[in-house]
Each structure stands twice: as structure tokens, then as C-alpha cells.
């Protein structure tokens, strides 16, 4: 997608270390998911972050949104192979009603 | 609690024919999704519906028809499937969309189809 950028689109760490991830838009947020695959598996959902400055966490992620720089950034702390899947980033910036895009995807392989 | 299935969860099929791939929610949301996702690509909204009887293209809508008769029911046919159909689908649905951001999108486990 255009529309969000993500950023690295394939990370490879040691287990026990940190990561962050980027998702940057071009148009305005109106709100912005993150969602984790397996490959060749369905998405799962993590979290959504609607207002600027808002930041959740759910175990060792934590992601937040800045609509400012209509930027968003998930960051892991201490990875374990379990994180290891494809994060994606997904948002509702069209103004057409309905119309959803997501970033093409970061890989996140942690060795053990 | 079936939630969003989708079916068939896995397709082989030849170049020309026609292809269903069906998506069904029991959730009564108003929005569903169709998606398709390759490597390299991420994933790519194909068509989308808002409620019943009101479809709208996405951003690869070329070589798809959809149609949504019933809420819950959102199939999406390869009139004539192309090998550049090749690819793992997937179904989405959500109570709300649009510009305010209220709900999140549920996702079926995807239809991996191979044109031939």
C-alpha cells in the first residue's frame, strides 16, 4: 500500500532483545490497527489506537499513535520466538465510508 | 460462536473457470471486507460492502464481482480466474467503518486459491 509505509519490512533478532516497528501514513488517521499473521494464517488482532498520543499495551507490545506525524509505532520488549509472524498496520484514512488500507507488512524473525 | 468462516479454505483450479469463494458472518455487522494478500504486496482490499445490497470497489477490484444479498453473506466470484489470481484470500467484517474508527475487523482463517 501507498497509503502506509511500514517499516523495516523484515526484522531479524536475538531473542531477549527489543524491536520497534513503523507504520506511516501519507493521509490524514482516523484510527489505526495492528494485527499479527503466521503466514498462511488468519490476522489476529492486537490493538487499536484512535486518538493521538493514545498508546496501549497488551503483554510485551506496546504500540502507540502519533497523529502528528500520522505515524504509529509498535514496539516489542524483550522478544521471544512466540512474536516471531508477520505485523501489520491497517487504518481508515479514505474518506469513503468503509474503504480500510493496510501497510504491506513487516517479517519479524527472532532467533533463539 | 462461528463467527466469520469462510469456505472453501483451499482451491485449485484452471485458468478460464469460474470460481466462488464464500464468506460468512454471524455477527450481523454491517461492513464486510474482501482482501487479498500477497507476498510482497501485503494486504489489498478487493471490494467492500457497507450493508446489504450496497457494494463499492476497492483498490483491485478487476477480475472480481461481489454481491450481498443478505448481511450476513458476502461471496466473491472469479468470473474467469486468471493465474494472476493466485493468492490467499480473506474475509473480513466489521460493526462499524468510515471515518470514525470504532470497531476493529474480524478476519475469516482466508481461502488459499491456485489458478492453474
Known amino acids: 500500500s501507498q497509503e502506509l509505509e511500514q517499516s523495516p519490512q523484515s526484522l531479524i533478532v536475538q531473542e531477549g532483545k527489543n524491536l520497534t516497528i513503523n507504520c506511516t501514513s501519507s493521509k490524514t488517521l482516523y484510527g489505526l490497527y495492528w494485527y499479527k499473521q503466521k503466514y498462511g494464517e488468519g490476522l489476529i488482532f492486537l490493538m487499536m489506537?484512535?486518538?493521538?498520543?493514545e498508546e496501549k499495551s497488551h503483554e510485551k507490545i506496546t504500540a502507540k499513535l502519533d497523529e502528528k506525524k500520522q505515524q504509529s509505532s509498535l514496539h516489542i520488549t524483550a522478544s521471544q520466538p512466540s512474536h516471531a509472524g508477520i505485523y501489520l498496520c491497517g487504518a481508515f484514512i479514505n474518506t469513503n465510508a468503509g474503504k480500510s488500507t493496510f501497510g504491506d507488512g513487516t517479517t519479524l524473525t527472532v532467533k533463539p | 460462536d462461528a463467527g466469520i468462516t469462510q469456505s472453501p479454505r483451499y482451491k485449485i483450479t484452471e485458468t478460464g473457470r469460474q470460481v466462488t469463494l464464500m464468506c460468512h458472518q454471524t455477527w450481523s455487522h454491517s461492513y464486510m471486507f474482501w482482501y487479498r494478500q500477497d507476498l510482497g504486496h501485503g494486504l489489498r482490499l478487493i471490494y467492500y460492502s457497507a450493508a446489504a445490497d450496497i457494494t463499492d470497489k476497492g483498490e483491485v477490484p478487476d477480475g472480481y464481482v461481489v454481491s450481498r444479498s443478505k448481511t450476513e453473506n458476502f461471496p466473491l466470484t472469479l468470473e474467469s480466474a486468471t493465474r494472476s489470481q493466485t493468492s490467499v484470500y480473506f474475509c473480513?467484517?466489521?460493526?462499524?467503518?468510515?471515518?470514525?474508527?470504532?470497531?476493529?475487523?474480524?478476519f475469516g482463517e482466508g481461502s488459499r486459491l491456485t489458478v492453474l
Open positions: 489506537l484512535q486518538k493521538g498520543g
Open positions: 473480513a467484517s466489521s460493526p462499524q467503518g468510515g471515518r470514525i474508527v470504532t470497531g476493529e475487523l474480524f
